[in-house]
């Protein structure tokens, strides 16, 4: 999830939103990588969706193509047993989904390798958040996460990188995206290409950006 926010450059309100038939891998694109679709978005007044693109990486560790992948993977497991079992009550069929991811993770192979080159299937149950809290219990709901806890895990994880604990404190739901802008323009990204990844406006990118005012400023050339 924070890979896709970071490389996405969205919202945590754009995320919590899609649900796993909303993300599929192009392989008619010249490089391979995700199409995302956001169905629903405050940049998007007219309701008609907006997608964005997450690449393939380098790196596997940082590779938003392979955390998708290995994602759904638990997903598809849980969707599967859940949906196969004869439970009485839903409180059950999150056991026996739990049952069955935990057995998954623990004879799943380990990660050293890219594992983004295959085909992705089609989800059991497209309509399910993709993105899915667990419960107190360590079972995996099938509720979409939280704003809220989007942000408590962001500042978690920055926590445990060490990070100064005023920067940690100041982190919220659209942080990646103002990671994304800033990053994006301090790498020469002009306007127009932030604009095709996070759909905005151009008067808002400004509100994003973080960089140095000597950053892409005009005076460099003369």
Request: glycine share 8%; aromatic share 6%; with cysteine.
């Amino acid at each position: 999830m924070l890979l896709a926010a970071y490389f996405g450059g969205c919202r945590e309100s754009e995320l919590v939103g899609l649900s796993t038939g909303d993300a599929v891998v192009d392989d008619q694109a010249p490089d391979r990588g995700v199409l995302v679709t956001v169905r629903v978005s405050k940049t998007d007044q007219e309701g008609d969706g907006k997608t964005f693109w997450l690449p393939r990486r380098p790196t596997p560790a940082d590779c938003p193509m392979c955390a998708l992948v290995r994602w759904r993977e638990v997903l598809d497991i849980a969707d599967t047993s859940s949906t196969a079992a004869t439970a009485a009550t839903v409180e059950e069929e999150l056991e026996v989904a739990a049952i069955a991811v935990g057995r998954f993770l623990h004879t799943a192979p380990v990660f050293t390798g890219h594992v983004c080159d295959g085909p992705l299937s089609a989800p059991p149950v497209p309509e399910l958040p993709l993105f899915r809290p667990f419960d107190a219990r360590g079972q995996l709901t099938g509720r979409p996460m939280h704003r809220e806890s989007f942000r408590a895990m962001l500042r978690a994880r920055a926590g445990r990188a060490d990070l100064p604990a005023g920067l940690v404190a100041s982190l919220g739901g659209h942080s990646p995206r103002a990671a994304f802008i800033t990053e994006a323009t301090e790498a020469g990204a002009s306007d127009a290409e932030i604009i095709q990844q996070t759909g905005q406006s151009p008067a808002t990118l400004t509100r994003y950006r973080r960089s140095a005012k000597s950053v892409g400023n005009a005076v460099n050339r003369l």
